[in-house]
């Protein structure tokens, strides 16, 4: 993307800033360990019900994925909402937490797996109490919301983990839909028709 110098300097800026925050996306991306989601997708394969669960902007990435992965037929519920059944024996938690420390999704964790669920857990610190716990791990390498320095990231707080959940959930319908070669049809016919 070029910038365009004659545009107002609040234009200029934002146009700068989307350039960034498109630049970490990427540069993340490439540095993600692809291999950790092949037991992703069998898990997601094999699951009688699929849970998620994430808090703040992190629950909207999930819910948005949520969404996608009831698309492709799968019986998917996001954690506290008022019609989540309970979980158990043969289910999936995919569990999202960008410091991987969060306390209600570290119990809702717990609480899958004292109930003989599988736990996948998303986030930036492979060695979070939410990481041990789960069954496998997924890594992010993002900043925490905490991490104030800027190494990894110029966005405030966990935007880039937050915009990166999106991304790669959205990557990983992707490849469920791509694996089911059902036509896009067919996907639509489960989209929401009361809006």
Do not use: C
């Not at 498109?22 to 692809?34: F, H, M, R, S, T």
Request: proline share 2%; no cysteine; hydrophobic share 45%.
């Amino acid at each position: 993307m070029n910038i365009n110098n004659s545009l107002n300097p609040q234009t200029s800026d934002i146009q700068k800033n989307l350039q960034l925050v498109l630049d970490e996306n990427i540069q993340l991306a490439a540095k993600i360990d692809y291999s950790q989601f092949d037991t992703l997708i069998e898990k997601i394969q094999q699951a009688r019900s699929i849970f998620l669960i994430a808090s703040g902007r992190s629950g909207f990435s999930m819910r948005s994925a949520a969404m996608r992965l009831m698309h492709l037929g799968l019986q998917v519920y996001f954690v506290g909402d008022t019609t989540t059944p309970a979980i158990g024996h043969g289910d999936l938690l995919l569990a999202a937490s960008g410091s991987g420390t969060t306390s209600t999704i570290i119990t809702a964790a717990e609480k899958a797996k004292l109930f003989g669920a599988k736990v996948i857990a998303i986030s930036t610190n492979s060695s979070s109490a939410l990481a041990k716990l789960a069954d496998n791990h997924i890594q992010l390498p993002a900043a925490e919301k905490e991490d104030h320095g800027g190494s990894k990231s110029k966005q405030y707080a966990g935007s880039l983990f937050e915009q990166a959940l999106l991304l790669i959930t959205d990557a990983i319908f992707l490849a469920l839909w791509q694996l089911t070669g059902t036509p896009a049809e067919e996907l639509w016919k489960r989209h929401a028709n009361m809006e």
